[in-house]
Structures are given as structure tokens and as C-alpha cells.
């Protein structure tokens, strides 16, 4: 029996197989799949099963799944055709007989108004219809979102946005996957939903001063009308859809949809979560 993590060649993916293997996890019990296998050779070196599966492909999840005892399925990419993929991975679950299928679900899901939040949902009332034993982790923002950003961000001299003076319960990658390994590992998780996010929220406002004071430098936050937001990401390069998606997210964090409240994370990974100012330094540093 093996714990199978989907979409393992990606950032999360690959973290949650390391926190697996840090956790003592036998790495013979973990299959890594992904459609590049090719990038996990370094797991592959170090014992860890790597299976070819991609969501589109039907057959390649059986394989994937083959002898599954828990499966975590980290949602897809590809905005809009998500449903249907993860349908795809929950009816292969359900066929190899898993006890437990976790999912990376989106914070607040169950009232949230966000675009984004669509597919998230959908794929919640199918894990509740399916039978399958399933917990479902609804993840906060990434603190990534923004310090991926940083370089644009200094380089403009301001920090945009659509989030008014909202507050957004962001937590580092590393944190949301430790937490995934976590439930993997426990027992009894069928059932469970956790709420994810940092343990100290901010506004867009706060994230600007700090940037401003680890950098030594002026950054001002710059609140824009959602359509105006959407509009300079698309100027950056983003598809306009995706642009225009992001800009609504930015709306529900002004209406509190990313605002997480108690301690799940936290609980979860058994330290504090990674704090907004720790990750601001930390990607300064590597600028």
C-alpha cells in the first residue's frame, strides 16, 4: 500500500513528497506522479516511486493510483478545465478502493464568492457524493503570490492591487505541504475540514511597508478599481481571463474571503506559521 501525491513535479507537490520523507515515511510507501517524470529523478534516487500520470488521461490516474492507500490530489493548473480533471482522479480513487483521498481546496470554500473558489467548490460536492473517504484542505493564499513578485514590485516602486484595506491569512508553501503531510500520516482524517492559513493576517497596505523597510526602500501600496488591476496585469503578460481572476481575488480578500480564522495550520504543522516579514526577507535575500 502507498501514499500516491498528485502533481508531484510541481512546487507544493514536491514539497509534500520531501515532508513525507522527513516525517520517515518509507520512501518505497511514496509514489511521486506527475507528467514530467523526469523531474523527479532525484526522489526516484532516493527510493521514492515515480509514476506518469496526467489529469486528462484516464488511464494514466488508474496506473498512477494502482494500490493507493491514501492519495492527496493537489488541484490542478489549467483554470477552467479543473472540474473535470479532478473528477477524473476521485473516480480512479474510488475504483482502487482508497481510505482516504485529501484534497487542496481553497480557504473558505463554503461561502466564499470568489471566481476562483468555482472549481474548488465543484470539486468538493463531487468528493461528498463520490463515497470516498475524503478530507479536504482548504488552503489560504501563498505568501509566494507576492514574493515571487518582489523584483516587479521594487522595480515599480509599488505594490498594486484591488484588496482595499482587507486582510488575507497567507502562509509559505512549506507550510501548507507540511500540513498536507500531516494528514496523510494521522489517522481518522475521513471527514475532516481544515481551514488553512497564516497565523497573523495583513493588509496590502502592511506587506508595502514592510517591503519598504526590509528593502531600504519606498513602496507604496496603490488600491486600483479591479477592472484598472486587471488591465496592468494583463499589460504584464498575464491572459487577460487569468488577470481578470486575480483581480477578483483581490476583491474577496477586501470582503474578508481570505481571512482565516483559528489555528488549523498551526495546529497541523506543530509551530507557528511563516511569518509575512520572514518572507519578505527571505526573498530579498535571493534577489
Given amino acids: 500500500m502507498s501514499i500516491v501525491i498528485t502533481g508531484a513535479t510541481g512546487q507544493l507537490g514536491r514539497?509534500?513528497?520531501?515532508?513525507?520523507?522527513?516525517?520517515?515515511?518509507?520512501?518505497?510507501?511514496?509514489?511521486?506522479?506527475?507528467?514530467?517524470?523526469?523531474?523527479?529523478?532525484?526522489?526516484?534516487?532516493?527510493?521514492?516511486?515515480?509514476?506518469?500520470?496526467d489529469y486528462t488521461d484516464a488511464a494514466s490516474v488508474a496506473q498512477a493510483l494502482?494500490?493507493?492507500?491514501?492519495?492527496?490530489?493537489?488541484?490542478?493548473?489549467?483554470?477552467?478545465?479543473?472540474?473535470?480533471?479532478?473528477?477524473?482522479?476521485i473516480e480512479a480513487a474510488k475504483a482502487a478502493g482508497v481510505e482516504l483521498i485529501a484534497y487542496t481546496s481553497?480557504?473558505?470554500?463554503?461561502?466564499?464568492?470568489?471566481?476562483?473558489?468555482?472549481?474548488?467548490?465543484?470539486?468538493?460536492?463531487?468528493?461528498?457524493?463520490?463515497?470516498?473517504?475524503?478530507?479536504?484542505?482548504?488552503?489560504?493564499?501563498?505568501?509566494?503570490?507576492?514574493?515571487?513578485?518582489?523584483q516587479g514590485t521594487l522595480a515599480q516602486g509599488a505594490l498594486a492591487g484591488s484588496a482595499g484595506e482587507g486582510k488575507v491569512s497567507a502562509a509559505s508553501?512549506?507550510?501548507?505541504?507540511?500540513?498536507?503531510?500531516?494528514?496523510?500520516?494521522?489517522?481518522?482524517?475521513?471527514?475532516?475540514?481544515?481551514?488553512?492559513?497564516?497565523?497573523?493576517?495583513?493588509?496590502?497596505?502592511?506587506?508595502?511597508q514592510e517591503i519598504s523597510t526590509a528593502a531600504n526602500q519606498d513602496v507604496a501600496y496603490q488600491d486600483l478599481p479591479a477592472s484598472d488591476y486587471a488591465?496592468?496585469?494583463?499589460?504584464?503578460?498575464?491572459?487577460?481571463?487569468?488577470?481578470?481572476?486575480?483581480?477578483?481575488?483581490?476583491?474577496g480578500i477586501a470582503r474578508g474571503d481570505l481571512l482565516v480564522s483559528g489555528s488549523d495550520l498551526r495546529a497541523l504543522i506543530g509551530r507557528p506559521t511563516t511569518p509575512m516579514p520572514a518572507a519578505v526577507r527571505s526573498a530579498l535575500a535571493a534577489v
Fill in 15 to 53: 514539497r509534500v513528497v520531501e515532508a513525507l520523507l522527513q516525517r520517515n515515511v518509507p520512501a518505497a510507501e511514496i509514489v511521486a506522479a506527475g507528467r514530467s517524470i523526469g523531474k523527479l529523478a532525484d526522489f526516484e534516487a532516493r527510493g521514492v516511486q515515480v509514476r506518469t500520470m
Fill in 231 to 251: 488591465g496592468l496585469l494583463a499589460g504584464f503578460g498575464v491572459p487577460q481571463a487569468f488577470a481578470d481572476i486575480l483581480a477578483d481575488s483581490d476583491l
Fill in 173 to 208: 508553501r512549506q507550510d501548507y505541504a507540511e500540513a498536507a503531510a500531516a494528514v496523510l500520516i494521522a489517522e481518522n482524517q475521513a471527514g475532516k475540514v481544515y481551514e488553512l492559513g497564516g497565523d497573523e493576517a495583513f493588509t496590502l497596505t502592511e506587506l508595502a
Fill in 106 to 150: 481553497i480557504a473558505n470554500a463554503d461561502n466564499t464568492g470568489m471566481k476562483l473558489a468555482a472549481e474548488h467548490q465543484a470539486t468538493e460536492a463531487i468528493l461528498k457524493d463520490s463515497g470516498v473517504p475524503f478530507a479536504i484542505l482548504r488552503n489560504g493564499w501563498y505568501l509566494e503570490n507576492y514574493t515571487e513578485q518582489l
Fill in 66 to 89: 494502482d494500490g493507493a492507500s491514501k492519495v492527496l490530489l493537489i488541484s490542478g493548473s489549467e483554470v477552467g478545465q479543473r472540474v473535470d480533471q479532478h473528477r477524473t482522479v
